[in-house]
Nanobody, 122 residues
Framework: QVQLVESGGGLVQAGGSLRLSCTAS????????MGWFRQGPGKQRELVAA???????NYADSVKGRFTISRDNAKNTLYLQMNSLEPEDTAVYYC????????????????WGQGTQITVSA
């Protein structure tokens, strides 16, 4: 397993931007698919964005054009740049990792961070 620690959450006004980071321990980061999930109040956890070791990406329709996922394998770090934030983006955001992209993107990743709260005010 990979140990994951998220950072960068907080309170922001609608229309603002935030960048989340997820730092991973272990030497398998570069060969792991990585992703961000979120769980809003009263909602199920859902995929926000995912990225393969080679940099192929997948986004939820609700964040396309606003969010960008990226990774720095040299730093063992995953990022989520969030622009044009909306109140509907309010949620706890989780970083996840798995060797299999197909497993990760359906929420069955083997490693998860503790989550970081994003609150977007209207």
């Amino acid at each position: 397993q990979v140990q994951l620690v998220e950072s960068g959450g907080g309170l922001v006004q609608a229309g603002g931007s935030l960048r989340l980071s997820c730092t991973a321990s272990g030497s398998i980061f570069s060969i792991s698919s990585m992703g961000w999930f979120r769980q809003g109040p009263g909602k199920q956890r859902e995929l926000v964005a995912a990225i393969t070791p080679g940099g192929l990406t997948n986004y939820a329709d609700s964040v396309k054009g606003r969010f960008t996922i990226s990774r720095d394998n040299a730093k063992n770090t995953l990022y989520l740049q969030m622009n044009s934030l909306e109140p509907e983006d309010t949620a706890v955001y989780y970083c996840t990792a798995d060797p299999l992209f197909s497993r990760l993107r359906v929420g069955q990743g083997s490693s998860w961070g503790q989550g970081t709260q994003i609150t977007v005010s209207a």
